[in-house]
């Protein structure tokens, strides 16, 4: 479990969407701004997965 911005620990996936949005700034008719996309963009990087490296040489 994590905590929300109230600091009361809650199952995330207990949420609803509206619960969710309030939480993280975002609006759901609207998403985000240009300008707090970019802001989160440069705080937190792209939203991917690394690659998981190759198995060693051996395991081939």
Do not use: C, V
Not at 34 to 53: F, I
């Amino acid at each position: 479990m994590n905590q929300t911005d109230t600091g009361s620990e809650q199952a995330w996936h207990t949420l609803s969407a509206e619960e969710t949005a309030r939480i993280f700034g975002a609006d759901l008719d609207r998403g985000l701004s240009n300008k707090e996309a970019a802001r989160r963009l440069a705080e937190s990087g792209y939203n991917e997965l690394q690659e998981a490296p190759p198995p060693p040489f051996w395991l081939r």
